[in-house]
């Protein structure tokens, strides 16, 4: 399967928590750490779930920086 992938700067202490909620989402996208120290992480998400995964970055974003780069 093709995964769309972005990259994202993110509040590095949240790492973790981001990892966890896209896990718990099922299918959405795989949350990968590039650097841990910058808060830079990569989203492999499926195509068909492209939409599910903006309006969770999109909820995320009000509690903290989610920024795509």
């Not at 995964?3 to 949240?14: A, G, H, L, R, S």
């Not at 750490?33 to 995964?53: S, V, W, Y």
């Amino acid at each position: 399967m093709n995964m769309i992938q972005k990259e994202f700067i993110v509040d590095k202490t949240k790492i973790g928590f981001i990892r966890f909620i896209f896990e718990a989402h099922e299918g959405v996208a795989i949350a990968t750490t590039l650097d841990p120290q910058k808060g830079h992480i990569r989203l492999a998400i499926a195509p068909k779930r492209l939409e599910t995964a903006q309006r969770i970055v999109q909820d995320l974003k009000k509690d903290f920086m989610f920024d795509e780069v």
